[in-house]
């Protein structure tokens, strides 16, 4: 069974720093990628990163700002998020799709398996 979990949201001030972290099973993923989504707005891509760690696509809005990264002999995704503002608020969510090659992937319909979410609001 596959699946994805994440972790590691919370409620943190403008400024600050979190990690996100999604444990992958049930099979080996190519290109994995975040995205998240705030109340009202639609899902939107945030990052993306290729089976071996050496492509990343960013969303402008958090380039300079989020890094991913992944550490596939622990078969875990991050998403480590630096200086995060208010706008930053969403919940977050971990995507996986199976497959070859390296390429990196921004729509929402490329990926085939999702986790749950976890939550990540930043107050100012």
């Known amino acids: 069974q596959v699946q994805l979990v994440e972790s590691g949201g919370g409620l943190v001030q403008a400024g600050d720093s979190l990690r996100l972290s999604c444990a992958a099973s049930?099979?080996?993923?190519?290109?994995m990628g975040w995205f998240r989504q705030a109340p009202g707005k639609e899902r939107e891509f945030v990052a993306a990163?290729?089976?071996?760690?050496?492509?990343?696509d960013y969303a402008d809005s958090v380039k300079g700002r989020f890094t991913i990264s992944r550490d596939n002999g622990k078969s875990t995704l991050y998403l480590q998020m630096n200086n995060l503002k208010p706008e930053d608020t969403a919940v977050y969510y971990c995507?996986?799709?199976?497959?070859?090659?390296?390429?990196?992937?921004?729509?929402?319909?490329?990926?085939?398996?999702w986790g749950q979410g976890t939550q990540v609001t930043v107050s100012s």
């Open positions: 990163i290729n089976w071996r760690g050496d492509r990343t």
């Open positions: 995507a996986a799709k199976p497959g070859l090659g390296s390429a990196l992937f921004r729509r929402a319909s490329d990926y085939g398996y």
């Open positions: 049930g099979r080996t993923f190519n290109a």
